[in-house]
């Protein structure tokens, strides 16, 4: 097989044996990958600076088709984001980043829109809590837009017309967008949500989450948002996430503060 050179962020490692590692990268060019590092922990072995997750590198591989591990020939450390180390806000936002990619991204499936923005959010990550949840925002909102599944949020997904403005909207994570209709069926307060039928669920939320979402999708350089908004803003893509590939994003909980597999609070 080809050996492929490519930048990557090593979103997970594992302890492989005394001397060697698994991991799972996130390539620029290839995608994300899963790879094994014989004697990376050797002394003297062609991995500069070590295997840890949350840093970036120019990453030396053989990748053979299928679910077979990669071989990881070499690793040259690029980065390692220093603020991850230093603020702990910072960190579990990290964390919370790999953790989409992990589980939204199709192995061998090449983002590089996804990498960069990847990349960027972490260089811009810090003690401030309100600056990690708006570049957290930001980034699912590329995600979802890279996957196809960003949320409608022009058209009312129930009626089909255009959304009317409302002060509280209905939001089908199943129908991929909101609705102005309150009465919908389904339409629940979060704590009951989780007792509906699945592929009716319609959860309540705010104009003004719906607003600030509307300002992400523009591209607006600022957004004017206090750390609350933007919790909640993060807390609905993060259960719409959810709810699409059906499968848990562990790292949710220690950033938003959300209770393991409960749907957003009310918006």
């Given at each position: 097989m080809p050996t492929v050179v490519d930048q990557a962020v090593c979103i997970r490692q594992w302890e492989w044996s005394e001397t060697s590692q698994t991991v799972s990268l996130f390539g620029r060019e290839v995608g994300l990958f899963r790879g094994l590092a014989k004697g990376a922990r050797r002394k003297g072995a062609r991995f500069s600076g070590g295997l840890e997750t949350l840093t970036s590198g120019e990453a030396v591989a053989i990748i053979k088709p299928g679910p077979v591990l990669a071989t990881l020939t070499a690793w040259d450390l690029r980065e390692t984001f220093p603020a991850l180390r230093a603020s702990l806000t910072a960190f579990h936002a990290g964390l919370f980043l790999a953790?989409?990619?992990?589980?939204?991204?199709?192995?061998?499936?090449?983002?590089?829109?996804?990498?960069?923005?990847?990349?960027?959010?972490?260089?811009?990550?810090?003690?401030?809590e309100a600056g990690n949840l708006a570049g957290a925002l930001r980034f699912q909102w590329l995600l979802l837009s890279e996957t196809g599944y960003r949320p409608d949020l022009a058209s009312d997904v129930l009626t089909g017309g255009p959304l009317a403005g409302a002060a509280l909207y209905g939001f089908a994570p199943l129908r991929g967008g909101v609705t102005a209709d309150p009465r919908a069926p389904g339409h629940t307060a979060a704590n009951k949500a989780a007792t509906e039928p699945r592929g009716t669920q319609v959860w309540r939320v705010r104009a003004q989450t719906i607003d600030l979402l509307r300002a992400i999708d523009s591209g607006a350089a600022a957004i004017a948002a206090d750390a609350d908004a933007l919790r909640r803003a993060n807390r609905l893509l993060a259960a719409y996430l959810r709810e699409v590939l059906g499968r848990d994003l562990p790292a949710a909980g220690p950033f938003l503060s959300l209770p393991g597999g409960s749907p957003p609070e009310q918006g």
């Open positions: 953790d989409l990619v992990q589980h939204a991204l199709t192995e061998h499936d090449p983002h590089p829109a996804v990498y960069d923005a990847m990349t960027a959010a972490l260089r811009g990550l810090g003690p401030d």
